[in-house]
C-alpha cells in the first residue's frame, strides 16, 4: 500500500492454492488471505496474533467496541472484528482496488452502521478530530506492493495512533520486511507510547513480529492473561493459550 499518490497504485489480484485464496498486489508477495470455506476465520498466524488486544478487554465489552484497520489487506481483521466479534469496524484503505478486490473476492459485507471503509491515506486520515480517543483496538498493517518495510513507521505517526486510542486500548503492528528494522520500529513505539506499554510476540516462521502497544500500561498476572486466552479460544476459535509462550512485555 503507497501512500504516495502521484505514483499509479498497483494492480489488485489473487491466487489460489488448494482451499486458500491469496491477496496480491501487483507482485508474488502475499498481502492477506482467506479461507474459501471458512471466509470469515482468520488464516495467517500473524494475524491471528493482531488480535492480542483481546487478552486486555474483557470479553463483556467486545462487542460493540470500535476496532479500527489501518491497510485492509484481504479484509480478514475486518471481517473478523465485524462478523465474529461483533464489534463496529473502520477499515483505511488508500487503494480503492483493494477494497474492490475485498468485496468482490474475500467476502467483506457492504458497509451499513456498523462497517465502515474510508478510502484515505491512513497518515492523514488518522489526524482527523473524528477518530480522536474513539478507538478500542487498533490493528497497523501496512505495506506497499513489494512488502519491503512498513509504509507508515515513524515515532510521529505511532504517537497520532496513540491519540485515536480510547483510555484502555491496544494497538497492535505487523512489523515485517527485508529493509524494515525491528528494534528501530520498536524503539519509535516505545518512545511514542512508553516502554511499559509495550508487548511483543516472537517472529512468526514467516518473519512477522507482532507488537502490541497499551494506551495505558497494566501488568495482568499470567493467571489472569491465561484465563482471558482460554476464554478466547473457547469462544472464538483464535489458538490464545499458545500466545502467551511467545508474548512478553518489552519491559518486566
Request: charged share 25%.
Amino acid at each position: 500500500m503507497s501512500r504516495k499518490k502521484t505514483v499509479e497504485l498497483p494492480e489488485v489480484n489473487f491466487s489460489e492454492d488448494g482451499d486458500i485464496r491469496y491477496l496480491h498486489l501487483a507482485s508474488p508477495w502475499i498481502q492477506g488471505s482467506m479461507l474459501i470455506k471458512k471466509p470469515y476465520d482468520i488464516e495467517l498466524e500473524y494475524v491471528q496474533r493482531m488480535m492480542a488486544w483481546l487478552l486486555f478487554m474483557p470479553m463483556s465489552e467486545v462487542a460493540g467496541a470500535h476496532a479500527m484497520q489501518l491497510g485492509l489487506g484481504a479484509g480478514s481483521i475486518t471481517k473478523f472484528c465485524y462478523k465474529k466479534l461483533k464489534m463496529t469496524c473502520t477499515a483505511i484503505e488508500l487503494n480503492p482496488g483493494v477494497l474492490h478486490a475485498c468485496r468482490g473476492w474475500f467476502r467483506l459485507p457492504p458497509d451499513d452502521e456498523r462497517l465502515r471503509v474510508v478510502i484515505a491515506d491512513a497518515a492523514q486520515e488518522i489526524r482527523s478530530p473524528e477518530w480522536a480517543g474513539v478507538v478500542d483496538a487498533l490493528q497497523v498493517d501496512l505495506y506497499d506492493h513489494e512488502a519491503a518495510a512498513p509504509v507508515l513507521d515513524s515515532e510521529d505517526f505511532y504517537r497520532d495512533c496513540r491519540a485515536l486510542l480510547s483510555p484502555q486500548a491496544c494497538m497492535t503492528v505487523n512489523l515485517f520486511g527485508r529493509s524494515s528494522s525491528y528494534e528501530a520500529s520498536l524503539q519509535k513505539i516505545a518512545a511514542a507510547f512508553g516502554e511499559d506499554a509495550v508487548w511483543a510476540f516472537k517472529p512468526t516462521r514467516e518473519g512477522n513480529t507482532v507488537v502490541l502497544a497499551q494506551r495505558t500500561p497494566s501488568r495482568p498476572k499470567r493467571e489472569q492473561l491465561l484465563q482471558a486466552a482460554e476464554h478466547i479460544e473457547a469462544k472464538w476459535g483464535l489458538p490464545a493459550t499458545k500466545w502467551l509462550r511467545v508474548f512478553k512485555p518489552l519491559v518486566k
